[in-house]
């Protein structure tokens, strides 16, 4: 992904390279799974700050614009942050679908200001995050929301952070794994790729975030 200025930038900014990027970033997803197509989808890195929640958000608004059923998931329970890149609130989400019925009949969700994208926030931190994720009821949670969507996407913790990442690879079709130009270390992701190995993740590919755009990117077929 190109550097830019704004975490939702295929909002702000639709015509730059960085929301081109996305947008192709959403097409390699569309078509590499024709055959058998991804409908929950995982997104980590191996530390934090990398762009998970980034990268998701703003592949969740270019897949809402070709007409897909988009809900975000934050499952990053102890540092939540996808209601903020969309201006929502964590008052119920994720935690209380598993830990309430009333709220798996009734799944609290929130619009956001794009036509088919809608946001489960984490909720309250449970006392035991990794136990809810490893839950059977988390898995009755998500079939109950992909009645709802064409596609989930998981925000998660960074995989060496936590176990969390790689219990909640085990209940999707695919991990999308997050890299830093410049910053993640070639010993982090690979150890990453080898824990998610571990569980029989299906790793579908690295996105490489934060690469600075240089001038001949941009040139003058963008003007
Ligand atoms: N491509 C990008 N261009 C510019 N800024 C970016 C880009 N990706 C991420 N950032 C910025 O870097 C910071 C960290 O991004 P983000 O929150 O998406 O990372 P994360 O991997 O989800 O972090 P955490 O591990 O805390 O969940 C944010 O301030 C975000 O705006
Ligand atoms: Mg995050």
Known sequence: MADSSSS?????????????AYRALRMNLLFSSLDKPIRKLLFSSPS?????STTLANLAVTLAQVDQRVIMIDCDLRRPTLHTLFGLN???????????????????YQNTEINGLRLIASGALPPRPGDMLGSKKLEIVLDRLMQDADILLLDAPPVMAATDAAILATKVDGVLLVISAGETKREQ???????????????????????PLDASFTGEYYK
Do not use: C, F, H, W
Request: hydrophobic share 35%.
């Open 90 to 108: 964590n008052t119920k989400g994720i935690s209380d679908m598993v830990l309430n019925d009333q709220a798996l009949l009734e799944p609290p």
């Open 8 to 20: 939702l930038i295929t909002i702000q900014d639709p015509g730059s390279p960085a929301s081109e």
């Open 48 to 52: 934090s700050g990398e762009g998970k």
């Open 189 to 211: 992701a690979q150890r990453s790729v080898e824990r998610l190995q571990q569980v029989n993740a299906n790793i579908l590919g690295a996105v490489l975030n934060n690469v």
